[in-house]
């Protein structure tokens, strides 16, 4: 994610910008079910958890089973605010589960079936809690269906801001960090769980439905157009979206891969178009410093609303606002967005205290971009950051930062300093060769702080906890990295 448009006028930083969370509430509302469980009596069965353990945010995600693929097909009508939608989960248990919830927010359930068989449901808060006609064996595979409606809301928070499903002008934007998709299907809202989705999206005719992943077709009828994206890949539920509206449209391929681009027409053609039309460019260049490409399809989306002022690195189609080509072309904010492909996206999150994984190596590859662009050189950038960063960057440990500096500029800003203390103990060679088998053998998978600390060890020969304490943990500014 990069900075909001406001912040980077201020500090020529590209940080994220602030989206919301979503919590289990007190209040039950009951739904209509049918039979509890009958497990066997050989076995004990269980509910699943309300969350996945995250420190940072203890609701989000559910436990107890492991999510292989989301089918969500929903049917939105901006001129009454009205999302209708059936979403297929297709998982696995990893206990006996008497019961197990999903994530979802605001809207009204209407059926829950599991493996066909109608489901009891009841809401608490933003959790559904899913008690199926029989209980679910560790090691089976199960099929839920949830049908619900509703008008679909952002997710208010103090500390972080509001994310997810924005009504607009000509349609809608669901959208966020660290979560979203809970405002428009149901779903397991941790990164630690990735699947593959497929998204069906239906809007009136005359609008686009942008979504992850490869473009698979349309259909119209009846003054309605579905719109059909598949992201193959395993994806984190914040990593999903879907914008809606009037959009310029640009298609092509590039190395066998579909490249869709959606500019919106509230925008005269112009930096925008140039700037996302570079997409193809930015990302084979990076692919030279991280290995292959990770993702089926290339793409980026631009909107232009208020609420909306940052960039997301939504998988293989990263959403822009506006706001950052009002300068004229911006390809530094499209090379970080384009490197969370790698890192963030394919190589996610296992817990959210370790985002400086994801901002600092996206962070850096923008230095690397600059340079290679011509402009000044990573160490330069280096140099310009380590003299002149606030206090609160130093006061701030990156791979510890607190819910409240999740997206701060220490996260961004020291932890691609930290990137570049190591290339610089470690020497060019061991380096690359750390990020191209960090991008390899996590692919499509998740990844920790002390993970990537003992690979940089295994490959660099060297012992490191001390630069990796001092860069990410400690409070005061660190020496200046040197060549060991």
Same mark, same amino acid.
């Given at each position: 994610?990069?900075?909001?448009?406001?912040?980077?006028?201020?500090?020529?930083?590209?940080?994220?910008?602030? !989206?919301?969370?979503?919590?289990?509430?007190?209040?039950?509302?009951?739904?209509?079910? @049918?039979?509890?469980?009958?497990?066997?009596?050989?076995?004990?069965?269980?509910?699943?958890?309300?969350?996945?353990?995250?420190?940072?945010?203890?609701?989000?995600?559910?436990?107890?089973?492991?999510?292989?693929?989301?089918?969500?097909?929903?049917?939105?009508?901006?001129?009454?605010?009205?999302?209708?939608?059936?979403?297929?989960?297709?998982?696995?248990?990893?206990?006996?589960?008497?019961?197990?919830?999903?994530?979802?927010?605001?809207?009204?359930?209407?059926?829950?079936?599991?493996?066909?068989?109608?489901?009891?449901?009841?809401?608490?808060?933003?959790?559904?809690?899913?008690?199926?006609?029989?209980?679910?064996?560790?090691?089976?595979?199960?099929?839920?269906?949830?049908?619900?409606?509703?008008?679909?809301?952002?997710?208010?928070?103090?500390?972080?801001?509001?994310?997810?499903?924005?009504?607009?002008?000509?349609?809608?934007?669901?959208?966020?960090?660290?979560?979203?998709?809970?405002?428009?299907?149901?779903?397991?809202?941790?990164?630690?769980?990735?699947?593959?989705?497929?998204?069906?999206?239906?809007?009136?005719?005359?609008? #686009?439905?942008?979504?992850?992943?490869?473009?698979?077709?349309?259909?119209?009828?009846?003054?309605?157009?579905?719109?059909?994206?598949?992201?193959?890949?395993?994806?984190?539920?914040?990593?999903?979206?879907?914008?809606?509206?009037?959009?310029?449209?640009?298609?092509?391929?590039?190395?066998?891969?579909?490249?869709?681009?959606?500019?919106?027409?509230? !925008?005269?053609?112009?930096?925008?178009?140039? @700037?996302?039309?570079?997409?193809?460019?930015?990302?084979?260049?990076?692919?030279? !410093?991280?290995?292959?490409?990770?993702?089926?399809?290339?793409?980026?989306?631009?909107?232009?609303?208020?609420?909306?002022?940052?960039?997301?690195?939504?998988?293989?189609?990263?959403?822009?606002?506006?706001?950052?080509?009002?300068?004229?072309?911006?390809?530094?904010?499209?090379?970080?967005?384009?490197?969370?492909?790698?890192?963030?996206?394919?190589?996610?999150?296992?817990?959210?205290?370790?985002?400086?994984?994801?901002?600092?190596?996206?962070?850096?590859?923008?230095?690397?971009?600059?340079?290679?662009?011509?402009?000044?050189?990573?160490?330069?950038?280096?140099?310009?950051?380590?003299?002149?960063?606030?206090?609160?960057?130093?006061? #701030?440990?990156?791979?510890?930062?607190?819910?409240?500096?999740?997206?701060?500029?220490?996260?961004?800003?020291?932890?691609?300093?930290?990137?570049?203390?190591?290339?610089?103990?470690?020497?060019?060679?061991?380096?690359?060769?750390?990020?191209?088998?960090?991008?390899?053998?996590?692919?499509?998978?998740?990844?920790?702080?002390?993970?990537?600390?003992?690979?940089?060890?295994?490959?660099?020969?060297?012992?490191?906890?001390?630069?990796?304490?001092?860069?990410?943990?400690?409070?005061?500014?660190?020496?200046?990295?040197?060549?060991?």
């Amino acid at each position: 994610m990069a900075l909001p448009r406001r912040v980077l006028l201020v500090t020529g930083l590209l940080v994220s910008g602030a !989206l919301g969370v979503s919590g289990c509430g007190s209040s039950a509302e009951s739904e209509a079910g @049918s039979a509890a469980p009958s497990p066997s009596s050989s076995r004990q069965f269980k509910p699943g958890g309300a969350g996945v353990g995250d420190d940072y945010f203890p609701t989000y995600g559910n436990g107890g089973y492991d999510v292989g693929r989301y089918t969500v097909r929903v049917r939105y009508d901006p001129a009454t605010d009205r999302l209708t939608g059936t979403t297929t989960v297709q998982a696995a248990a990893t206990a006996n589960l008497s019961a197990f919830n999903l994530d979802l927010a605001g809207l009204k359930v209407r059926e829950v079936t599991v493996d066909g068989a109608p489901a009891r449901h009841l809401r608490k808060g933003d959790e559904l809690v899913v008690t199926p006609a029989r209980g679910l064996i560790a090691g089976n595979g199960f099929v839920a269906e949830i049908s619900y409606d509703g008008e679909p809301a952002a997710l208010p928070n103090e500390t972080l801001g509001a994310g997810g499903f924005l009504h607009t002008s000509d349609g809608a934007i669901a959208l966020g960090q660290p979560e979203s998709a809970s405002t428009w299907f149901p779903v397991n809202d941790h990164p630690s769980d990735k699947a593959a989705y497929d998204f069906e999206i239906t809007v009136p005719a005359g609008l #686009t439905a942008v979504s992850n992943g490869v473009p698979v077709g349309r259909t119209s009828a009846d003054g309605w157009t579905t719109w059909k994206w598949a992201e193959r890949n395993p994806m984190a539920s914040y990593l999903s979206m879907v914008v809606i509206g009037k959009f310029r449209l640009t298609r092509g391929e590039h190395k066998g891969r579909p490249v869709f681009h959606a500019v919106t027409t509230k !925008l005269s053609e112009g930096a925008a178009d140039r @700037s996302i039309a570079k997409t193809v460019k930015v990302a084979d260049y990076l692919e030279r !410093l991280f290995g292959p490409y990770p993702f089926e399809s290339y793409g980026a989306v631009v909107v232009s609303d208020d609420r909306i002022r940052y960039a997301l690195e939504t998988q293989s189609r990263p959403v822009y606002a506006a706001s950052f080509f009002r300068q004229g072309e911006n390809t530094g904010v499209v090379a970080h967005e384009l490197a969370h492909q790698w890192f963030g996206n394919s190589v996610a999150l296992t817990r959210w205290q370790d985002i400086w994984l994801n901002e600092g190596l996206a962070t850096y590859a923008e230095w690397l971009w600059t340079e290679h662009d011509g402009g000044r050189t990573a160490a330069q950038t280096f140099d310009a950051r380590y003299a002149g960063a606030a206090s609160r960057v130093w006061r #701030t440990p990156p791979g510890k930062p607190g819910v409240e500096n999740l997206f701060g500029e220490s996260v961004y800003q020291r932890g691609a300093m930290t990137v570049h203390a190591l290339r610089v103990t470690v020497g060019d060679k061991a380096f690359f060769e750390i990020l191209k088998t960090w991008a390899a053998e996590k692919r499509h998978g998740n990844g920790t702080t002390a993970q990537f600390v003992a690979l940089a060890e295994r490959i660099s020969g060297e012992r490191l906890d001390d630069l990796f304490d001092d860069w990410l943990y400690g409070t005061e500014r660190p020496a200046r990295p040197e060549r060991r």
